[in-house]
């Protein structure tokens, strides 16, 4: 009927709108928080670029040589850490309001809604990398169709940002039950929880010399397997579920001690901002031989908790209903109509900017042999990280409108 497919053209026409106007939320700030921490990511994974083009010795220069400032892109995967704060705390700050309203958890309500958020876009990005990377490995397919290839270092992550799609979905299934079990006492019981994940971060780094006793570059340089790093410290989910559970802190503490908040917000601000930037200069892009072996384990540890605590107090400062001066400066700038899109369409921009960027460095290069690429220069990264980002954003509004909106709103249904 005709009714129905103006009623289908309207509501897809909303759903373009909305994407691109103004955050109608309370919580509009971590619109840019998000969106800052998808281009950090983009980012990131332009300089990856030069790393598959370029020879161990040519990228192992490029990064040495790299300027102070262009260097901190080497820690912009910490953006990921800043996700799973963001995660952890609307989430849970859904929650805990609706039991301080005397509503019993919805398990099923929760599940549905997460699955309808997730799977359609997933299932698109994980045939497309598929098609691409797959060997015909039935048991790294399941691990993956399953969630929980980051846990099994001979499984093939086919999508390559999926170890930490992976991590959120674990936690997705555990938090609701945290919550409820924990009753009046889920602040200690975080606080275990937290404390239990750091000690096991240690505990991994200094079980293995050669985690602490080299340089993080001698693995981004492959001068050492990268292998040894990425499956003991960097996929795993016991190595990445702190920020998650900061995250969950946080909002307990938002929605039981708001006024606590507001008395303390220019110390969590100003604390937020030194932790971020202390974790950013770890690991650094030129190796200085004090922090070995102790510092840099300890380094290598906790640089990504260190951050994500940085993070959570930015967060919650900012994002008071009460602030001013430089606070309420960050506060609109984070709230900003331009981050909206970037923030509403996080999910795809995060599973497909990889074939984006390729895409880009393809353009950038004029080719499509690696091989023929003999050096790379700091301008055509940031050219691949310009077209590559235009690339995914108008990808993902596609994604976003036509697939990932309407299976969302069944979600909620």
Do not use: C
């Amino acid at each position: 009927p005709i009714w129905k497919h103006s009623v289908a053209f309207w509501q897809i026409k909303s759903d373009f709108s909305q994407a691109l106007s103004a955050s109608d939320h309370e919580h509009s700030a971590i619109d840019g928080l998000r969106a800052i921490a998808i281009l950090m990511v983009m980012a990131f994974h332009s300089l990856y670029i030069a790393h598959v083009v370029l020879s161990k010795q040519a990228f192992s220069e490029l990064v040495i040589n790299l300027p102070w400032g262009l260097g901190l892109v080497v820690s912009f995967d910490k953006a990921v850490d800043g996700f799973f704060v963001i995660s952890g705390f609307l989430l849970a700050t859904s929650l805990l309001k609706a039991q301080q309203k005397g509503h019993p958890i919805d398990f099923w309500r929760f599940y549905r809604k997460r699955l309808f958020r997730i799977l359609p876009l997933f299932l698109i990005a994980l045939g497309l990398y598929a098609s691409a990377a797959w060997k015909g490995d039935a048991y790294s397919l399941l691990l993956n169709l399953f969630f929980m290839e980051n846990n099994f270092p001979d499984a093939t992550k086919l999508i390559p940002v999926g170890w930490s799609l992976a991590i959120e979905m674990q936690f997705y299934l555990v938090l609701p039950v945290i919550l409820a079990l924990s009753g009046r006492f889920l602040a200690p019981v975080l606080f275990g929880i937290l404390a239990f994940a750091l000690l096991i971060k240690l505990g991994v780094i200094f079980s293995d010399a050669r985690l602490y006793q080299e340089s993080i570059m001698a693995y981004l340089t492959q001068k050492i397997d990268p292998a040894i790093i990425l499956d003991q410290i960097y996929y795993p989910t016991w190595m990445r579920f702190d920020p998650l559970i900061m995250g969950v802190l946080a909002a307990w503490v938002w929605v039981n001690h708001q006024a606590w908040l507001q008395q303390h917000q220019a110390k969590l601000f100003h604390t937020g901002w030194v932790l971020v930037a202390l974790s950013m200069l770890f690991p650094d892009h030129k190796q200085i031989e004090v922090l070995y072996p102790t510092l840099n384990g300890l380094g290598l540890a906790y640089h990504r908790s260190v951050f994500a605590l940085g993070i959570t107090l930015l967060m919650l400062a900012i994002l008071l209903p009460k602030v001013e001066g430089v606070k309420l400066g960050v506060k609109r700038f984070l709230g900003a109509r331009f981050w909206r899109s970037w923030s509403e369409m996080v999910f795809p921009l995060y599973l497909f900017h990889f074939p984006m960027l390729a895409i880009a460095a393809v353009v950038v290069f004029g080719t499509t042999d690696v091989k023929a690429v003999s050096e790379v220069h700091y301008w055509q990264i940031g050219l691949i990280f310009v077209l590559g980002s235009i690339l995914t954003w108008l990808f993902s509004l596609v994604l976003h409108v036509f697939i990932e909106k309407p299976f969302h709103r069944h979600g909620r249904a």
